[in-house]
């Protein structure tokens, strides 16, 4: 059971440059969403989505595209990159939305620096 | 956003010590879960706690949610090298749906 899969694991782009950070979960979740973490500011959500062709903004969303074509794929696109988008990306899955009760699957993470 | 302030930012200890960590806030959540992370990892689910002056216990971790369900605590007993690792509370309400507010975690080394 591979459960949430990202990649790739380690990135290094320039400013201006787009790029997409790719997350895949096997468990027929239909919640998805990214977070992203920096040192000091804990986890903060960028954007989620409730199934396939629906999403929505989180806190952080600027910057950042996303889109739901299956269920099983939650794209996070970077138009042009910045470096304050340099941090560690997480991309999560879970059941249902109702947090009680829920288990909440991260995947390992995405290390980006955009120099 | 709704903030979790978490207490204290680190924490050295020796093996075998007890510890307290705190996560508050000035807003009611509807849960609240715990997770713990461990360097180049995600966060790992712990225990989520749903209802005022909630008790639950996971071996040597015992959480608990309080009454007011604005505030959290994690108590390790007989803390060990093992149990080292970043720990991170999040809550949610029934206003925010889906979307998790964390907490900037607590750093925990627990040497042998």
Redesign the interface.
Known sequence: NAG?TQTPKFQVLKTGQSMTLQCAQDMNHE?M?W?RQDP??????IH?S?GAGITDQ??VPNGYNVSRSTTEDFPLRLLSAAPSQTSVY?C?S?YS?T???????????SWLTVV | ?QL?EQSPQFLSIQEGENLTVYCNSSSVF??L?WYRQEP??????LV?V?TGGEVKKLKRLTFQFGDARKDSSLHITAAQPGDTGLY?C?G?NSNS????N????TSLLVTP
């Open positions: 949430v919640y969403s977070y000091g500011m804990g986890l903060r959500l989620y409730v989180g806190e997480f999560a879970s939305g947090v009680s009760g829920n288990t909440i699957y991260f995947g390992e993470g | 956003t979790l509807s849960s879960q180049g990892e995600g966060p790992v689910l989520t749903v991170l999040a949610a749906g889906y979307a998790l964390f907490g900037k975690g």
